[in-house]
């Protein structure tokens, strides 16, 4: 059976730290708030309608309109999201470089909302060394369903066989795994660089 030759990365997580409580934190003062706001105004549920292709304009409005008194939180949101990305994940850039390095083709497959990741895209020099970043809002079909997985495919040249895909997402692993790709649940860079090794894609 061939082994894979082509990497596709998922981004938050795996390569950055994400987390809408930081920015939150800086917004909403009272603990008690804060805690609500994140349970049920600003949760990663409603921010995954923007992975899946929902306009901003639409989104944040309507939510605002169901917790009012949450309006300064909400625009934070809209306007302030790099600030929920605090840095990169520790290990994981060192990885990418390597792979590049080695002539590896990397891609990225990325469930992240299109507005957000044209603020996010320039503040990220590591994806120049990617060949294509496959992000959902612009797709609007979000990881897990099959289509995106489809696009990787046909937007990359590559067979499902060629594709070692790394995900913090044991659902979006599945989905890969089901359509033939290799799949690596990201836990920490340590374990992922064994992997990576163990696969002939680095030198140890």
């Not at 921010?47 to 300064?72: K, T």
């Not at 909400?74 to 600030?83: K, S």
């Not at 890969?176 to 860079?189: N, P, Q, S, Y």
């Amino acid at each position: 059976m061939s082994q894979p030759n082509t990497v596709v990365f998922d981004v938050g997580r795996v390569l950055y730290r994400w987390q809408l409580s930081g920015l939150l934190e800086k917004v909403v003062d009272d603990p008690v708030r804060l805690a609500f706001a994140l349970e049920h105004v600003v949760t990663e549920e409603w921010h995954f309608r923007a992975d899946q292709g929902e306009r901003l304009a639409d989104m944040v409005p309507q939510r605002i309109a169901e917790f009012p008194e949450y309006e300064d939180a909400l625009h934070a949101y809209a306007t302030r999201f790099n600030e929920t990305i605090p840095g990169p994940v520790e290990g994981s850039h060192e990885l990418v470089e390597r792979l590049d390095a080695a002539g590896v083709p990397l891609f990225a497959l990325t469930n992240f909302g299109e507005e957000f990741w044209a603020d996010f895209r320039p503040t990220a020099p590591i994806f120049d060394r990617f060949r294509d970043i496959i992000v959902s809002g612009t797709e609007r079909v979000a990881k897990p369903e099959e289509a995106i997985y489809r696009i990787v495919e046909q937007r990359s040249g590559r067979a499902p066989a060629d594709i070692f895909f790394i995900d913090d997402n044991a659902a979006n692993i599945a989905a890969a795994e089901a359509r033939g790709w290799t799949g690596h649940l990201f836990a920490d860079a340590d374990t992922l660089e064994a992997d990576l090794v163990a696969r002939g894609f680095l030198s140890a």
